[in-house]
């Protein structure tokens, strides 16, 4: 299978550090796929190199089009929808404004995401006509994913979307990211709760230092690769593991 997105020993950096190294991953239409790694392990800066925020070497590649020299904007025309870190939405506009100015496209079809949006998270429905500021941590995240979703993205790059919500809305951020790729959007998620992403990812990507540790079916996370990825420890911790609620089925 070609894959919507083939990245290539991907590689970037910030002057002489190095924060990816050489990645090469394949999403394909409908597919969720969490990016877990521990903070600094390069899941941003993967992120950022798709989009061509930063400069990278190595190839991304979307729908068969090289992305090598292609501008943000355009890639964002083809198809790449982005989510950063913090949910970003006008807080002075209401909800319907947030969304309606997240599309260029034709009234009919804006009407018809819009809709689409609201079927996602009827909490948006509901306050649709309050201004963002006055949302919750949890209904403004949705908010920001709705503005995406606006510009009818064929691959959704989400940026820890569950930091500092209640476990409640986290499930409920993530239900939709599952939603999401269930209707044919590809979604690479990034994320630091490893339990959370694990039980609605298709598949798994772990980053350590820049580097894929282990990219496959969530159910075939090996324990020790999440062990590594998180604490670093290769052949297990003393006292336990830390970390035995983070896989499926936990
Ligand atoms: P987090 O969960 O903290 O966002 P992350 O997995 O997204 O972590 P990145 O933000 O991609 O990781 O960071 C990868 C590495 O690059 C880290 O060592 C980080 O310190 C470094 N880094 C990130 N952004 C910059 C920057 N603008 N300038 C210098 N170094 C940076």
């Known amino acids: 299978m070609s894959g919507l997105l083939r990245l290539d020993g991907l590689t970037a950096g910030y002057g002489g550090a190095t924060a990816l190294d050489g990645v090469s991953l394949t999403l394909v239409p409908g597919e969720a796929v969490a990016l877990l790694g521990a903070n600094g392990a390069g899941k941003t800066t993967l992120m950022k190199a798709i989009l061509g925020l930063v400069p ?64 996602l998270f009827p909490q948006l429905r509901v306050k649709a006509a309050d201004t963002a500021w006055r949302l919750s941590g949890g209904q403004q995240q949705m908010l920001a994913i709705g503005r995406a979703l606006m510009g009818e993205p064929r691959l959704l790059l989400l940026d820890e979307p569950s930091l500092g919500l209640s476990p409640k809305l986290a499930a409920e951020v993530f239900a939709a990211v599952r939603a999401i790729a269930d209707s044919g959007t590809a979604v690479l998620v990034a994320e630091q709760s490893t339990a959370r992403a694990l039980a609605v990812a298709h598949r798994v990507a772990l980053l350590r230092l820049g580097t894929l540790l282990h990219d496959g079916p969530a159910e075939a996370l090996p324990p020790d690769a999440l062990r590594a990825a998180f604490l670093g420890v290769p052949g297990g911790v003393p006292g336990g593991d830390p970390l035995a609620d983070a896989r499926p089925g936990g």
Do not use: C, I, K, W
């Not at 025309?77 to 950063?84: A, E, F, K, T």
């Not at 496209?105 to 079927?119: G, L, P, S, W």
């Open 56 to 119: 990278a070497a190595g190839r991304v590649a979307f729908d068969g089009t090289d992305l090598a020299g292609v501008p943000t904007e355009r890639r964002v025309r083809l198809g790449l929808g982005y989510v950063p870190e913090g949910r970003r939405v006008f807080p002075g506009m209401s909800v319907r404004d947030n969304l309606e100015v997240a599309s260029f496209a034709a009234a009919a079809r804006r009407r018809d995401r819009m809709e689409r949006v609201f079927a």
